[in-house]
């Protein structure tokens, strides 16, 4: 050193003091070696000596902008210099396993953890521009999937580095699935049907709750919303109206048929069966063919019949194929049929019972025979109603005379035609008398006989048997 050379002065920065300062020697800018240096106290200050020359003062500190200034010095001169730093550019970063795979072309997803899924692909640290590094976009599945109960999760199966304030969208599948261009109609929807993909997930892992984008011959055909899909789990989406079909239902229903009659213990067992169709007419009126699918409503105690199997069934809907060409119409009728079943008393049955059996099928002959012995009881307790009914009938009227008499008795007085009155109204008062003592006892022995009645028709309905199929 020649002389006493110092250079000085104080260091800033935003948030401490603490930088390193060097001089290097600018004899030759391009090869210049580092001759002197020093580090900024807690106040931000610092002294270099170096002997006479032309330097270049640099001041340095990761994170902040680097400083550089020419110095000359000379023989016992002291040269100040303050020096501020600013911040500069970070480089920090964030590194997760997982490997990328390029976007699936027809329907693409972005399966950001929302619903049952855990760790689920999108890593955001702000929404600037995303800088992924060893990504492979020659693999088809970038992560591995496992059910956790209700849940399920993805492992990512290789790094990706997602820097400083920047996110990332992170792909965690590409594989092909089967997905069916379809026509969805349902009553909710009017006439207009919505299009519509069945989705099969033919992938390995679940495919999380979400959007579903639809890009169809090269454009943007619309976007729906998709609930979990379980690995080989199949899931109608709809995405946008289909404007050129139309599907109009009409209902018809045919009156509830009787198909069996059965009598056991006494009681009858009246079966029968309710049809019913539903007919679904589907125009055309696009220049390519449509595949409708149809959702019938499921209805309890409903059951169908000579109709064509539904292609899937779901706990509030039957789903039927309906294939209809390019400017044509279509029909789909669906058949239902529901059971029901009466029961009622042998003895209840009459002749408008009957009747409707025998209009609904039923053998006249065979019903009259089984029933003989029930039909032979009823009409004879109905004469021995009759008869008791008659007689008790008889027996009011008698009393109620009978009482106008003596109230007529009490009235009269002592001449000699009230007299001839009296002697009358006593005369018929015991003519009356003696038919209320016969009717009494006639009477006792018609309600003997119907209560024997009733007995032998419980007995003749009890034992009526038959079991007659029309």
């Not at 989406?237 to 198909?259: C, E, H, K, N, T």
């Not at 109603?385 to 009227?397: D, G, I, K, N």
Request: aromatic share 4%; net charge neutral.
């Amino acid at each position: 050193m020649h002389g006493a050379l110092c250079l000085r002065g104080v260091g800033r920065r935003c948030d401490a003091p603490n930088f390193r300062g060097e001089c290097h020697d600018v004899a030759n800018h391009d090869g210049g070696r580092q001759v002197a240096g020093a580090t900024t106290d807690v106040s931000g200050r610092y002294s270099i000596s170096s002997v006479p020359g032309a330097y270049i003062l640099q001041a340095t500190l990761p994170g902040f902008t680097t400083m550089r200034t020419d110095v000359a010095l000379s023989s016992t001169q002291l040269v100040t210099r303050d020096v501020e730093l600013s911040v500069g550019s970070l480089a920090e970063s964030v590194t997760v396993n997982g490997a990328l795979a390029a976007p699936v072309s027809t329907l693409s997803r972005a399966f950001n953890g929302r619903g049952g899924g855990v760790g689920g692909g999108r890593l955001a640290a702000s929404p600037s521009q995303a800088v992924i590094e060893q990504a492979t976009l020659d693999q088809a599945t970038a992560a591995t999937g496992a059910d956790l109960g209700e849940l399920f999760e993805y492992k990512l199966t290789d790094r990706v580095t997602i820097r400083r304030n920047q996110s990332a969208l992170v792909p965690i599948l590409q594989a092909p699935v089967t997905a069916e261009r379809v026509s969805l109609w349902n009553d909710s929807m009017g006439l207009r049907p919505r299009r519509a993909v069945w989705l099969t997930n033919s992938s390995t892992l679940t495919l999380d709750a979400g959007s579903l984008s639809i890009v169809d011959g090269g454009a943007f055909a619309g976007e729906g919303l998709i609930d979990p899909v379980k690995p080989g789990e199949r899931r109608l989406v709809s995405y946008a109206s289909d404007l050129g079909v139309q599907v109009s239902p009409r209902s018809s229903d045919s009156p509830m048929r009787i198909v069996r009659v059965r009598m056991a213990k006494g009681i009858v067992t009246q079966d029968s069966v309710q049809r019913r169709r539903r007919t679904y007419v589907a125009r055309n009126d696009n220049r390519d063919a449509r595949l409708v699918l149809i959702e019938h409503p499921v209805a309890a105690g409903w059951k169908l019949v000579s109709t064509p199997a539904p292609e899937e069934t779901t706990p509030s809907a039957y789903r039927f194929r309906l294939a209809v060409a390019a400017g044509q119409t279509a029909t789909l009728d669906v058949d239902e049929t529901t059971d029901g079943s009466v029961r009622y008393s042998v003895g209840e049955f009459n002749d408008a019972r009957l009747m409707v059996l025998v209009q609904g099928g039923g053998n006249r002959a065979a019903l009259e025979q089984a029933l003989a012995p029930v039909t032979a009881k009823r009409a004879e307790l109905a004469q021995a109603l009759q008869e008791v009914r008659r007689r008790e009938t008889e027996l009011a009227s008698i009393e109620q005379d009978q009482n106008r008499l003596r109230e007529n008795m009490k009235a009269l007085k002592d001449s000699a035609a009230e007299r001839r009155l009296l002697t009358r109204y006593a005369g018929q008062l015991e003519a009356q008398e003696t038919r209320l003592d016969t009717l009494k006892g006639e009477l006792a022995t018609f309600v003997e006989r119907q209560g024997r009645l009733q007995a032998e028709l419980a007995d003749a309905v009890a034992s009526v048997t038959l079991d007659l199929a029309f």
